[in-house]
Nanobody
Framework: QVRLVESGGGSVQAGGSLRLSCSVSGSIYNTNCMGWFRQAPGKEREGVASIVTGGTNTYYADSVKGRFTISQDSAKNTLYLQMNSLKPEDTAMYYC?????????????????WGQGTQVTVSS
């Protein structure tokens, strides 16, 4: 029903920046909430940043607050994650997610639609 395609990942040195993009298509009416999650090998998927579509409510993980910024371009049906001052611990597969209901913005369990991910690798 919803297709999410991430792009913008890559390799960068510590302190560098990347901007991830998530292109949304299909049943866009089911994307009232959107977010970015990440998962490193052997670790659980964690919420990075989420936003309520059309609103101002946002969530940021403490580990990225002040460094990452989530935003949307409604005209392009695109979600962005600007990542600055990247650290090696930011290395992970980053996933774009969406859901019809806006419940817990930090919880991956509350998001039903997922992209296939884009790899971010930060070297020291």
């Amino acid at each position: 029903q919803v297709r999410l395609v991430e792009s913008g990942g890559g390799s960068v040195q510590a302190g560098g920046s990347l901007r991830l993009s998530c292109s949304v298509s299909g049943s866009i009416y089911n994307t009232n909430c959107m977010g970015w999650f990440r998962q490193a090998p052997g670790k659980e998927r964690e919420g990075v940043a989420s936003i309520v579509t059309g609103g101002t409510n946002t969530y940021y993980a403490d580990s990225v607050k002040g460094r990452f910024t989530i935003s949307q371009d409604s005209a392009k049906n695109t979600l962005y994650l600007q990542m600055n001052s990247l650290k090696p611990e930011d290395t992970a597969m980053y996933y774009c997610a969406a859901d019809l209901l806006c419940r817990r913005l930090a919880s991956a369990a509350d998001f039903n639609y997922w992209g296939q991910g884009t790899q971010v690798t930060v070297s020291s």
